[in-house]
T-cell receptor, first 117, second 115 residues
Framework: GAVVSQHPSRVICKSGTSVKIECRSL??????MFWYRQFPKQSLMLMAT?????????EQGVEKDKFLINHASLTLSTLTVTSAHPEDSSFYIC?????????????FGSGTQLSVL | AQSVTQLGSHVSVSEGALVLLRCNYS??????LFWYVQYPNQGLQLLLK??????LVKGINGFEAEFKKSETSFHLTKPSAHMSDAAEYFC?????????????FGKGTKLTVNP
């Protein structure tokens, strides 16, 4: 079946550094990718929606200059957390919208646990 | 606005027992409802979805869910739990039938299956 690969699965960084998370659709073209964030004991919350070749659309309260999203190809989207701080420590997960057979479906990556020291 | 409430962050059952995971939703438009499962170190997988065709929806791995508009519920059930069902389960609502638009998730329920 369709697979979305997200890398890295876990990252620990120092406060003030930047971290890049990659999300790849391995066997289908993803015109749209979504980035979610989950704090402990909270729901997965949509951060932004990105369409290939255009600027991402950010949800209210999400800083676009802090969470840089690039969707330069139909198989790759990246989320860069710039100048990370401890409050950015969270579980980040991407999903990709693609077509398999007759259905348009959503496929999720396995997530990235970010810890900022 | 849409929202989802999953009652119980942890549910523990014995192998062979009934599994019941609760989900209530709030939506100002006809909702499309989904259950996802996440096994350790894996991405979310779609278990089943309600798209208004039938109120009782059957999914993979023997799971099913019933949409009850009067109760604004979409509880997930499985008659007999298996050890391999241990995972985290997320209920979600969308205003798009494919779930390919913005999904609003619940906080998740971790299911433990005891031998």
């Amino acid at each position: 079946g369709a697979v979305v690969s997200q890398h890295p699965s876990r990252v620990i960084c120092k406060s003030g550094t930047s971290v890049k998370i990659e999300c790849r659709s391995l066997d289908f073209q993803a015109t749209t990718m979504f980035w979610y964030r989950q704090f402990p004991k909270q729901s997965l919350m949509l951060m932004a929606t990105s369409n290939e070749g255009s600027k991402a659309t950010y949800e209210q309260g999400v800083e676009k200059d802090k969470f840089l999203i690039n969707h330069a190809s139909l198989t790759l989207s990246t989320l860069t957390v710039t100048s990370a701080h401890p409050e950015d420590s969270s579980f980040y997960i991407c999903s990709a919208r693609g077509e398999t057979g007759e259905d348009e479906k959503l496929f999720f990556g396995s997530g990235t646990q970010l810890s900022v020291l | 606005a849409q929202s989802v409430t999953q009652l119980g962050s942890h549910v523990s059952v014995s192998e062979g027992a009934l599994v019941l995971l609760r989900c209530n939703y709030s939506s100002s438009v006809p909702p499309y409802l989904f259950w996802y499962v996440q096994y350790p170190n894996q991405g979310l997988q779609l278990l089943l979805k309600y798209t208004s065709a039938a109120t009782l929806v059957k999914g993979i791995n023997g799971f099913e869910a019933e949409f009850k508009k009067s109760e604004t519920s979409f509880h997930l059930t499985k008659p007999s739990a298996h050890m391999s069902d241990a995972a985290e389960y997320f209920c979600a609502v969308s205003d798009a039938p494919g779930g390919s638009e913005k999904l609003v998730f619940g906080k998740g329920t971790k299911l433990t299956v005891n031998p």
